[in-house]
């Protein structure tokens, strides 16, 4: 069974520390995704990444940026974190292009 | 831009029913569609795709079906049971192995 982890599932931080949110795969994924999720909002896309080093953006890119240094590793850094970046984010990974996607259990973040 | 819609929004049945739940987009140039099921505070459960070029997907008590000309997929699910209670998501992929989501059918099965 494909297993995706998260590092965290509740984090709590402070307006303007920097956050890492962690993802690891151990199936030999081609492909990491990170997602956002709000009420009302559903899943939005923030970045993804096809290959080690290599990243594209999503639809809601402003304020994060990632790190994929090694293939089963992706990273969501939050810069400087704010308020209206309280959410569930979810981490989902897949073989290659258009195959099925399997996701993390998720970390609830909360930015105070 | 792509935009999936899922009715109805949150359905309430009770258990032993069949209940069919319904995904439709705006632009039928789709690879795949797949269906979720997410549980409270939890993260997504895959739980069918079906390819552009198939009509439908069987797993145990559940059936998806498309129809990318019309842009619809239905999923059915057989004689539901309490534990079938969770959020289900549609989602469809247009390329990069990118999804675009539905917000979700809330199903509640009583017992």
């Known amino acids: 069974d494909v297993k995706v982890t998260q590092s965290s599932r509740y984090l709590v931080k402070r307006t303007g520390e920097k956050v890492f949110l962690e993802c690891v795969q151990d199936?030999?994924?081609?492909?990491m995704f990170w997602y956002r999720q709000d009420p009302g909002l559903g899943l939005r896309l923030i970045y993804f990444s096809y290959d080690v080093k290599m990243k594209e953006k999503g639809d809601i890119p402003e304020g994060y940026s990632v790190s994929r240094e090694k293939k089963e590793r992706f990273s969501l850094i939050l810069e400087s974190a704010s308020t209206n970046q309280t959410s569930m984010y979810l981490c989902?990974?897949?073989?290659?292009?258009?195959?099925?996607?399997?996701f993390g259990p998720g970390t609830r973040l909360t930015v105070l | 831009k792509q935009e999936v819609t899922q009715i109805p929004a949150a359905l309430s049945v009770p258990e032993g029913e069949n209940l069919v739940l319904n995904c439709s987009f705006t632009d039928s140039a789709i690879y795949n569609l797949q269906w979720f099921r997410q549980d409270p505070g939890k993260g997504l459960t895959s739980l069918l795709l079906?390819?552009?070029?198939?009509r439908e997907q069987t797993s145990g008590r559940l059936n998806a079906s498309l129809d990318k000309s019309s842009g619809r997929s239905t999923l059915y699910i057989a004689a539901s049971q309490p534990g079938d209670s969770a959020t289900y998501l549609c989602a469809v992929s247009q390329g990069y192995s990118t999804l675009t989501f539905g917000k979700g059918t809330m199903l509640l099965v009583s017992p």
């Open positions: 989902a990974s897949s073989l290659g292009s258009n195959n099925e996607q399997f």
């Open positions: 079906i390819q552009s070029s198939q």
């Open positions: 199936m030999d994924h081609e492909n």
